[in-house]
């Protein structure tokens, strides 16, 4: 969706256009008294003064911070002097005012253009502010908001942007949007409403963008999109939603937008889908689907699908993997966490404008396929805790995009399409796919050969991680010329020799571990090293300034002094972390036994092997 189609820069020219027409004047105008007063009570419900507001009742409230008026006269109102000043905007939003809304916001009758978000308001929403008669904006997100909302709302029948998300709202949502024609904007997400969709909202006509993302609303997912004729955008995701995948979605035809992610559904994507010609993102992760093939042999005929994204779906399903699926239009594509079965699909290779693959945490295998280089576009490769051998493909070494990102060929997307899950940061939400740190992840596979030194040439690469696979040979110094590298994950390889010194001229490296491999000497000084645990390097022969100790100049370097007191301290420290893996290996091999089998399938005898590689017990 370009900026000329955004529903979001229609609203900004209609409010630049307000602006336009109440700033010329707002110099020589004095304050409405009533206005003036109304505004000095409601910062007495504030519990701090508000910035740049005189406390006493003579002061022009038209000069006051946050408020903008207007003259009488351009208002066509006959109740005062031209001069007069009529309270038209007033946004004090991100100032950290708490307290609550006072019933005198009620008084500010020619209000068109309330703001007060990113605050720490609470208690409910006072009845007078849903008596506003020309109110057009009313942004009350992120504060502390609570109670029902109201079927007063209603009653604001020229409104045209609604905003309470991230509120504590509950109960149901009114049935009470039936007069509010000119309604294109309602977010309401990260509240506590319950019950259904209420039939007057999901039957406007003017409505652009629904998002009632993160509440807990309930029974079968039901729009009118014969109806809502003007629809762009539809965020139900995060509910608790059963019953049928909608069928008519297709019939809401300007709909580009769609986020049903976290619900639970009986039936999988509907035929009707394949009619879907406007639909730009789809997001129906973690949704109990079954039936992958079928699903994609839909969704192909989705002529202008660019984002899509069907993680936690298809368990222990086989993802078909023939060329005769086409998705011409696909930058994004996101089918993790699903145990899927098969190898790297032939029809990917025909996503010659793809951006963001993820295909993490599945069972594929084989290997990965040489084409995967010829993506000119691909920025973020995540294909960590699958089953893939052979060699890494060379040709991934000279991906366009990770040489020199090109932001040009991104288009911004306010669609929260992707929920990221990794052991050190929990959970992680990307509103925007640009703002995917570029990435090549590789761990958690049975791959080997060496590293390439070409990997150098991926100089717009933050975050690199080859961890939990078969790699031998020395680590490049040419890593060093990946200058934007963040993460450097090698750990639990085969890898020998020691650590380059030229990796401390990598100032934005955060996280480092080159764990469980067989690399010695010395641990490189300098740059962000001094500020890596020894959990980084341990389980290899590598010495530092600390624990252990490099040897001093009397010991050749790469010798062991056998009668060294240090070395002594080590080898017995060695010999009970031996002798305690030992019994935990042993305790684990009685479970395994028990089990058969491990979660992901793989053999108990299996796994326990390739421990010992690990660790070098089996050495």
């Given at each position: 969706m370009g900026v000329r189609d955004s529903p979001w820069a229609?609203?900004?020219?209609?409010?630049?256009?307000?602006?336009?027409?109440?700033?010329?004047?707002?110099?020589?105008?004095?304050?409405?008294?009533?206005?003036?007063?109304?505004?000095?009570?409601?910062?007495?419900?504030?519990?701090?003064?508000?910035?740049?507001?005189?406390?006493?009742a003579t002061a022009n409230c038209c000069n006051w911070l946050g408020v903008v008026c207007d003259s009488s006269s351009s208002l066509g109102l006959s109740d005062g002097p031209s001069s007069s000043g009529r309270v038209v905007e007033l946004?004090?939003?991100?100032?950290?005012?708490?307290?609550n809304l006072s019933d005198s916001i009620g008084k500010l009758d020619q209000l068109?253009?309330?703001?007060?978000?990113?605050?720490?308001?609470?208690?409910?929403?006072?009845?007078?502010?849903?008596?506003?008669?020309?109110?057009?904006?009313?942004?009350?997100?992120?504060?502390?908001?609570?109670?029902?909302?109201?079927?007063?709302?209603?009653?604001?029948?020229?409104?045209?942007?609604?905003?309470?998300?991230?509120?504590?709202?509950?109960?149901?949502?009114?049935?009470?949007?039936?007069?509010?024609?000119?309604?294109?904007?309602?977010?309401?997400?990260?509240?506590?409403?319950?019950?259904?969709?209420?039939?007057?909202?999901?039957?406007?006509?003017?409505?652009?963008?629904?998002?009632?993302?993160?509440?807990?609303?309930?029974?079968?997912?039901?729009?009118?999109?014969s109806a809502m004729s003007s629809l762009v955008s539809l965020d139900l995701g995060s509910n608790?939603?059963?019953?049928?995948?909608?069928?008519?979605?297709?019939?809401?035809?300007?709909?580009?937008?769609?986020?049903?992610?976290?619900?639970?559904?009986?039936?999988?994507?509907?035929?009707?889908?394949?009619?879907f010609s406007s639909l730009a993102y789809l997001s129906i992760s973690n949704s109990s689907l079954s039936n992958v093939s079928s699903a994609l042999r839909i969704l192909q005929h989705c002529s202008n699908l660019t984002v899509l994204a069907l993680t936690l779906n298809y368990f222990d399903e086989e993802l078909p993997g023939d060329a005769s699926l086409s998705f011409p239009k696909l930058k994004v594509l996101i089918m993790a966490n699903s145990?899927?079965?098969?190898?790297?699909?032939?029809?990917?290779?025909?996503?010659?404008?793809?951006?963001?693959?993820?295909l993490s945490w599945n069972r594929l295998g084989g290997t990965i396929p040489s084409w995967i280089g010829d993506f000119q576009s691909l920025f973020y490769l995540d294909l960590q805790m699958n089953s893939f051998v052979g060699e890494i493909p060379k040709e991934i070494t000279g991906l366009p995009a990770l040489i020199h990102r090109n932001m040009s060929i991104m288009e911004p997307s306010d669609f929260p399409f992707f929920w990221k899950k990794n052991k050190t940061s929990g959970v992680l939400q990307y509103a925007q796919f640009t703002s995917f740190p570029s990435t090549v992840d590789l761990g958690g596979n049975s791959l080997n050969g060496s590293i390439w030194p070409e990997f150098g040439n991926l100089k717009d690469v933050r975050i690199f991680v080859l961890s939990n696979n078969f790699l031998s040979g020395s680590i490049p110094d040419n890593l060093s010329e990946m200058t934007d590298l963040e993460t450097l994950n090698l750990s639990y390889n085969n890898l020998s020799g020691s650590i380059p010194s030229s990796l401390a001229r990598l100032n934005f490296l955060s996280r480092f571990s080159v764990a469980y491999n067989n690399l010695s000497g010395p641990v490189p000084r300098g740059g962000q090293f001094s500020t890596f645990p020894n959990s980084s390097f341990e389980g290899n022969n590598l010495c530092r300034d600390h624990a252990p100790p490099c040897p001093t100049s009397q010991s050749q370097p790469g010798l062991t002094n056998h009668g060294d007191d240090n070395y002594g301290s080590v080898h017995h420290a060695m010999s009970d972390i031996n002798l305690g893996m030992?019994?935990?290996?042993?305790?684990?091999?009685?479970?395994?036994?028990?089990?058969?089998?491990?979660?992901?399938?793989?053999?108990?005898?299996?796994?326990?092997?390739?421990f010992c590689d690990r660790v070098k017990l089996c050495r």
């Open positions: 229609a609203l900004a020219v209609a409010w630049l256009f307000l602006q336009a027409q109440v700033l010329h004047s707002q110099e020589d105008l004095v304050c409405n008294s009533s206005d003036s007063k109304a505004l000095l009570d409601l910062m007495s419900n504030f519990e701090s003064p508000i910035e740049g507001w005189e406390l006493n946004v004090l939003a991100s100032k950290m005012h708490a307290g068109r253009f309330l703001n007060l978000s990113h605050n720490l308001l609470e208690s409910t929403l006072p009845e007078s502010l849903l008596h506003l008669p020309n109110l057009q904006v009313l942004d009350l997100s992120h504060n502390e908001f609570s109670g029902p909302l109201g079927s007063g709302i209603g009653n604001l029948t020229e409104l045209i942007r609604l905003d309470i998300s991230a509120n504590e709202f509950s109960g149901l949502i009114p049935d009470a949007f039936q007069n509010m024609k000119k309604l294109q904007f309602f977010i309401a997400q990260a509240n506590g409403f319950a019950g259904s969709i209420p039939s007057s909202l999901s039957n406007l006509p003017s409505l652009k963008f629904l998002n009632l993302n993160n509440n807990s609303l309930t029974g079968t997912m039901v729009l009118n999109c608790n939603f059963r019953g049928p995948f909608p069928e008519d979605l297709p019939n809401c035809q300007k709909l580009q937008s769609v986020n049903l992610a976290r619900n639970k559904f009986t039936t999988p994507i509907p035929q009707s889908f394949r009619n145990r899927l079965r098969g190898s790297m699909p032939q029809w990917l290779r025909g996503c010659t404008r793809l951006q963001l693959l993820d030992t019994i935990g290996l042993a305790f684990g091999m009685a479970i395994g036994i028990a089990l058969g089998t491990t979660r992901t399938g793989d053999s108990c005898l299996h796994v326990i092997i390739r």
